[in-house]
């Protein structure tokens, strides 16, 4: 659509732009200046200037937490985004089922983060947990609290659990918009199922799953209730991903200067990926004709 | 319209088995919990049983005659519901502006309003609680549904100017030459043009303000506690409470399958923020 230029517009953005400013800005102005001084108490502070960033940038443990929400992201995309295009070509295509198969699969999406940490934290428990139980009677080792690789898959069982639905209801939206004419004209040249899937479903999904990959990268990025219930960010620190690490610092130990250093390498680092993704996203759309 | 890629005859049909499948994976979890909540504190640790023996509601009614239970729910819902109001009031006006118009900063400014919702709630857990405090919000439902636009104006503004890039500026234009204010005719005319559209976002703020806890957690002590918060509790001296901590987490699972229901055609959608 061609769009009128007009700068009294911005009267009506106004609104937004306040308030936004009050919730973000102020805030993250708060976070500029700790991230430069270092405090006793007393609030007293003291300038130190980059220091808590290069000290970071050389940490270890920052290095860990990152490469575990590196690992953390990327499981549950690889794992998410093709399970989720998958289901949405399953799903029935209306009547009666669609309905009942639309609410069941957003039911996950509504329940409190916590609450899903706490489902799964009972879930998985050997004494009282289905999942637990079942696997001790079968004989499998498995144990959450104590073991890494238990603790990792639970986590990542559990975020497929919870997401993988948002994904699925995307594809189905995008599977929904195509015309009926397509599939017409590929029954025409006797194309297979593969060849449908691959030259005309996939194209006219891509909106949609750049959506649900944007979405999907930013939260589990952002990642903290769910696992911090279910492990507490453990055993060890083999689940503290980054957002776990960060309340620590800022909240547990009160390490404001190294917080707020953290906390804005943090923000532009989501930031950078998410422009890459929006950028790449509106260049579709343009191509699309929107 | 008859689909073309149609399941094969039967009823048993490979889709279905996949999405029965798929929906019993979803299903089981939420089934144990309420399986727990239905069960006293002894069965549940002593007897290992898929259904309740002594089915007992002793867990609901706990929580539902004890204030500082059930009022963990009244205050999440209050500052849910404000949160939604204040959220589709500015993002209203906005996301038209930017549908319609083109002006200095639009990108620059849609896209800082994205950048929020990339904001990880944990970088802002501190300076909200400093920024609320200091102007006397703490503890206060207004704090709790300020602090979540941070996350949700944004995703409103994007959702609504979705659906409102949809609606022909002929419609606009139209209604200007027959004498119509702006607020008139965005009230009387367009508002329900795009109603599908605002009921989305609603549902998305609703569902996002509703699952947090961080910042709900950081911002609120007594008087606005929200339920998520309230249920931590359940961890005492003589133990864990799992029966209670169940039946909890049963009755929060409770209004977002309300709100579903309600938004169920427009779900898929609005997943896809109009963008279909």
């Given at each position: 659509?061609?769009?009128?230029?007009?700068?009294?517009?911005?009267?009506?953005?106004?609104?937004?732009?306040?308030?936004?400013?009050?919730?973000?800005?102020?805030?993250?102005?708060?976070?500029?200046?700790?991230?430069?001084?270092?405090?006793f108490?007393?609030?007293?502070f003291?300038?130190?200037?980059?220091?808590?960033?290069?000290?970071?940038?050389?940490?270890?443990?920052?290095?860990?937490?990152?490469?575990?929400?590196?690992?953390?992201?990327?499981?549950?995309?690889?794992?998410?985004?093709?399970?989720?295009?998958?289901i949405?070509?399953?799903m029935?295509?209306?009547?009666?089922?669609?309905?009942?198969?639309?609410?069941?699969?957003?039911?996950?999406?509504?329940?409190?983060?916590?609450?899903?940490?706490?489902?799964?934290?009972?879930?998985?428990?050997?004494?009282?947990?289905?999942?637990g139980?079942?696997?001790?009677?079968?004989?499998?080792?498995?144990?959450?609290?104590?073991?890494?690789?238990?603790?990792?898959?639970?986590?990542?069982?559990?975020?497929?659990?919870?997401?993988?639905?948002?994904?699925?209801?995307?594809?189905?939206?995008?599977?929904?918009?195509?015309?009926?004419?397509?599939?017409?004209?590929?029954?025409?040249?006797?194309?297979?199922?593969?060849?449908?899937?691959?030259?005309?479903?996939?194209?006219?999904?891509?909106?949609?799953?750049?959506?649900?990959i944007?979405?999907?990268?930013?939260?589990?990025?952002?990642?903290?209730?769910?696992?911090?219930?279910?492990?507490?960010?453990?055993?060890?620190?083999?689940?503290?991903?980054?957002?776990?690490?960060?309340?620590?610092?800022?909240?547990?130990?009160?390490?404001?200067?190294?917080?707020?250093?953290?906390?804005?390498?943090?923000?532009?680092?989501?930031?950078?990926?998410?422009?890459?993704?929006?950028?790449?996203?509106?260049?579709?759309?343009k191509?699309?004709?929107? | 319209?008859?689909?073309?890629?149609?399941?094969?005859?039967?009823?048993f049909?490979?889709?279905?088995?996949?999405?029965?499948?798929?929906?019993?994976f979803?299903?089981?979890?939420?089934?144990?919990l309420?399986?727990?909540?239905?069960?006293?504190?002894?069965?549940?640790?002593?007897?290992?049983?898929?259904?309740?023996?002594?089915?007992?509601?002793?867990?609901?009614?706990?929580?539902?005659?004890?204030?500082?239970?059930?009022?963990?729910?009244?205050n999440?819902?209050?500052?849910?519901?404000?949160?939604?109001?204040?959220?589709?009031?500015?993002?209203?006006?906005?996301?038209?502006a930017?549908?319609?118009?083109?002006?200095?900063?639009?990108?620059?400014?849609?896209?800082?309003?994205?950048?929020?919702?990339?904001?990880?709630?944990?970088?802002f857990?501190?300076?909200?609680?400093?920024?609320?405090?200091?102007?006397?919000?703490f503890?206060?439902?207004?704090?709790?549904?300020?602090?979540?636009?941070l996350?949700?104006?944004?995703?409103?503004?994007?959702?609504?100017?979705?659906?409102?890039?949809?609606?022909?500026?002929?419609?606009?234009?139209?209604?200007?030459?027959?004498?119509?204010?702006?607020?008139?005719?965005?009230?009387?005319?367009?508002?329900?043009?795009?109603?599908?559209?605002?009921?989305?976002?609603?549902?998305?703020?609703?569902?996002?303000?509703?699952?947090?806890?961080?910042?709900?957690?950081?911002?609120?002590?007594?008087?606005?506690?929200?339920?998520?918060?309230?249920?931590?509790?359940?961890?005492?001296?003589?133990?864990?409470?799992?029966?209670?901590?169940?039946?909890?987490?049963?009755?929060?699972?409770?209004?977002?399958a309300?709100?579903?229901?309600?938004?169920?055609?427009?779900?898929?959608?609005?997943?896809?923020?109009?963008?279909?």
């Open positions: 659509m061609q769009k009128t230029v007009n700068q009294k517009a911005w009267f009506l953005v106004l609104p937004v732009f306040l308030l936004v400013a009050f919730s973000a800005v102020i805030p993250l102005m708060t976070v500029v200046n700790y991230s430069v001084q270092d405090t108490g007393n609030n007293q003291f300038w130190v200037g980059l220091e808590w960033f290069s000290e970071l940038l050389h940490s270890e443990r920052l290095h860990a937490a990152l490469g575990r929400q590196i690992v953390f992201s990327s499981i549950i995309l690889a794992i998410e985004v093709p399970l989720g295009v998958f949405a070509l399953n029935p295509q209306k009547g009666l089922w669609a309905s009942v198969c639309l609410v069941l699969m957003a039911l996950p999406l509504l329940i409190p983060w916590n609450v899903v940490g706490t489902i799964w934290q009972i879930f998985g428990r050997v004494d009282i947990g289905l999942l139980h079942t696997l001790a009677a079968l004989g499998i080792d498995y144990n959450y609290t104590q073991d890494p690789l238990d603790a990792w898959v639970t986590v990542i069982v559990m975020d497929v659990w919870h997401w993988t639905s948002l994904v699925a209801l995307l594809a189905y939206a995008g599977l929904q918009s195509i015309p009926q004419a397509y599939y017409q004209a590929a029954k025409i040249d006797q194309a297979s199922r593969w060849s449908v899937f691959w030259f005309i479903e996939l194209p006219k999904m891509q909106g949609v799953l750049m959506i649900a944007l979405i999907r990268f930013m939260d589990s990025f952002m990642i903290y209730t769910e696992p911090f219930v279910v492990t507490g960010g453990g055993p060890g620190n083999a689940t503290t991903f980054l957002s776990i690490d960060l309340v620590k610092m800022a909240l547990g130990q009160f390490d404001l200067g190294p917080a707020a250093a953290f906390s804005l390498m943090y923000f532009l680092t989501v930031m950078l990926v998410s422009w890459v993704f929006y950028t790449v996203m509106t260049n579709l759309d191509k699309a004709g929107l | 319209m008859a689909k073309i890629r149609t399941q094969k005859p039967g009823w049909s490979g889709k279905a088995l996949v999405m029965v499948l798929y929906i019993l979803l299903l089981i979890p939420i089934y144990w309420i399986n727990m909540s239905l069960k006293t504190n002894e069965e549940i640790i002593s007897v290992f049983s898929v259904w309740p023996r002594h089915l007992t509601f002793d867990n609901y009614k706990t929580i539902l005659t004890d204030a500082s239970w059930y009022m963990g729910y009244v999440s819902m209050i500052y849910v519901v404000l949160n939604v109001v204040i959220s589709l009031t500015v993002a209203l006006p906005a996301a038209y930017f549908s319609r118009y083109s002006f200095i900063g639009d990108k620059h400014l849609f896209f800082w309003l994205l950048s929020n919702r990339m904001a990880p709630p944990a970088v857990a501190l300076p909200f609680f400093q920024l609320y405090s200091s102007v006397g919000l503890d206060t439902h207004i704090a709790v549904a300020l602090a979540h636009t996350f949700n104006v944004p995703l409103a503004v994007w959702i609504l100017e979705g659906f409102m890039r949809g609606v022909p500026k002929e419609i606009d234009e139209t209604a200007y030459v027959d004498g119509y204010s702006f607020p008139r005719f965005f009230t009387r005319i367009f508002m329900p043009l795009i109603a599908s559209g605002i009921g989305v976002a609603a549902f998305f703020c609703f569902m996002f303000s509703w699952v947090e806890l961080l910042l709900s957690r950081t911002l609120t002590s007594v008087a606005a506690k929200p339920i998520t918060a309230v249920m931590t509790r359940t961890v005492s001296a003589s133990g864990m409470d799992w029966g209670v901590l169940a039946a909890a987490g049963v009755l929060t699972i409770v209004p977002g309300l709100v579903i229901y309600f938004v169920r055609n427009y779900i898929a959608k609005g997943f896809a923020l109009g963008r279909v």
